[in-house]
C-alpha cells in the first residue's frame, strides 16, 4: 500500500527552507525517515525524471537489448532494426508476464509465458490460437513505450510521458562534460562496485553534494585534489564540482604519471552522477537507487579507454572502494541513525558566498529541487 504525506506534512518538511542559502535550515528530518516520504519520492521524484540505466555501447547494434528497474517498474530498452532507441515497460500485453531479462541480442520481442511474439518497434507479430477471437486485432496492440534519450554517451529512461527531454532540462551540461571529457562516447565499461547502504538516498546525495566534510573525514582525498581550487557551481537541475590534482604526493593512489589533472564532478538530478578522477581518461557513473526509507543501493560503473583498468586506475579503485566509500557509508549511516532519534530535526545549512567545497549550498539546491518536486503532488 502506498502512504502520501498530508498537505500538512508537506509544509512541515518544508519549514525552515529559505531560498537563500545563507539564511537556510535543512529539510526536517521526516523527508529521510517516513514511509510517506520515501513513497512521495518515488513517485514525484524518481518516477517522473531521467533515471540512468547504461553506456551506449550496450546498444550500438540492431537488435542490442538492456533490461532494468526504474522507480521499481520493470523496463526494457533496445535498439530496434532502423537503428532507433526505443524503450518499453517490460512486460506482455497478454498476462503481464516479463518479457526479457539481462542483456543481449534479439531479432524478436517473446513472452516466455504463451509465446505472444513483439517485434523490435513493440508492435504484436503473433499471439497464438488468436484468430477464433471476437474484436480482437493483432495490430492494435502494442507494448507501453517509455521515454528514452541518450545522452553524453548514456542512455536514460523517464517514466513519465510528458518529460522534457533530458537536453532540454540540463541546458550547458552536455557541453560542460564534453569539454573535460571529450572522449566519453568512446569509453568503455571497465569495473563495477556496488554497495547496500542502510541510509535513505537523500542522506547519500546530501553527503555527495558537499566537501566541508573532506577535511575532517576523507584526509586521503584532500591530499588527491588541490582543496583550495575546490569550485562547486549550481545551475538548474545539476552542479558541477571542480578541483585541480594536488601537486605532491597523495596517500589515496599515484597520480604522478597521470595525463587527466582535474577532478571533474556532475551531479544531475535527483540520482545520476559523473566523476572523472584524476589519472588516465575515464568517467564514473555513480548511480544512487532508493530502495527504502532506511535502504539505498549504489553502483559505481567505471569507463575506461581499455576494458582492462591499468595499475592507476586499479589503485584508484581499491582506494574508492576500501577507503573513500567505508568513510561515506559510515558517514551517512551514522546520520540516518541520528534523524531516527528525538534528538534531531533539522540543521543549518553553512554557506560560503564564494562557492568553494567548503560549503553546503550545492545540498540547498538539492534540497530546493525535492521541495519543488513535492509541491507539484501536494497541489
Not at 2 to 20: E, H, K, Q, S
Not at 219 to 233: G, N, P, R, S
Not at 264 to 292: D, E, H, K, Q
Amino acid at each position: 500500500m502506498t502512504l502520501m504525506p498530508t498537505d500538512r506534512d508537506f509544509a512541515d518538511v518544508a519549514d525552515g527552507y529559505d531560498p537563500d542559502p545563507g539564511r537556510s535550515m535543512s529539510l526536517n528530518a521526516r523527508a529521510y525517515t517516513d514511509r510517506a516520504f520515501h513513497d512521495a519520492d518515488m513517485r514525484a521524484i524518481i518516477a517522473r525524471s531521467w533515471q540512468w540505466i547504461c553506456h551506449s555501447e550496450k546498444l550500438r547494434e540492431p537488435g542490442a537489448y538492456v533490461t532494468a528497474e526504474t522507480a521499481a517498474e520493470p523496463v526494457l530498452i533496445l535498439r530496434d532494426r532502423d537503428g532507433r532507441l526505443r524503450a518499453f515497460y517490460n512486460v506482455c500485453q497478454h498476462r503481464a508476464h516479463a518479457l526479457l531479462t539481462g542483456e543481449g541480442t534479439a531479432t524478436r520481442i517473446m513472452c516466455p509465458y504463451h509465446a505472444w511474439v513483439y517485434r523490435l518497434d513493440g508492435t504484436l507479430a503473433r499471439a497464438p490460437h488468436t484468430e477464433h477471437l471476437c474484436g480482437f486485432d493483432p495490430s492494435s496492440v502494442s507494448l507501453k513505450a517509455v521515454q528514452v534519450e541518450e545522452f553524453c554517451g548514456f542512455v536514460f529512461v523517464n517514466l513519465d510521458p510528458d518529460a522534457p527531454s533530458l537536453r532540454q532540462l540540463t541546458g550547458d551540461l552536455e557541453t560542460e562534460i564534453k569539454h573535460w571529457a571529450p572522449d566519453i562516447e568512446d569509453l568503455t565499461f571497465g569495473h563495477r562496485l556496488t554497495y547496500d547502504i542502510k541510509s535513505n538516498w537523500k542522506n547519500v546525495v546530501d553527503n555527495f553534494l558537499e566537501c566541508y566534510h573532506c577535511p575532517t573525514a576523507h584526509k586521503d582525498f584532500c591530499a588527491l585534489v588541490d582543496m583550495d581550487t575546490y569550485k562547486v557551481t549550481t545551475h538548474g537541475i545539476y552542479s558541477s564540482h571542480m578541483a585541480d590534482a594536488g601537486k605532491a604526493a597523495n596517500s589515496a593512489y599515484d597520480v604522478s604519471n597521470a595525463t587527466v589533472r582535474t577532478h571533474a564532478v556532475w551531479w544531475l538530478w535527483p540520482t545520476t552522477c559523473f566523476m572523472r578522477y584524476p589519472g588516465r581518461s575515464s568517467m564514473i557513473v555513480l548511480n544512487i537507487v532508493p530502495a527504502g526509507p532506511d535502504r539505498t543501493l549504489e553502483t559505481y560503473d567505471f569507463f575506461l579507454e581499455t576494458p582492462e583498468p591499468n595499475q592507476m586506475e586499479l589503485e584508484a579503485i581499491q582506494y574508492l572502494d576500501q577507503v573513500l566509500q567505508v568513510e561515506d557509508i559510515g558517514l551517512v549511516e551514522s546520520i540516518q541513525r541520528g534523524m531516527n532519534t528525538p534528538a534531531f530535526t533539522q540543521g543549518r545549512i553553512v554557506n560560503d558566498p564564494s562557492g568553494s567545497g567548503r560549503s553546503e549550498h550545492a545540498v540547498h539546491h538539492f534540497h530546493g529541487l525535492v521541495l519543488d518536486a513535492y509541491r507539484a503532488i501536494a497541489q
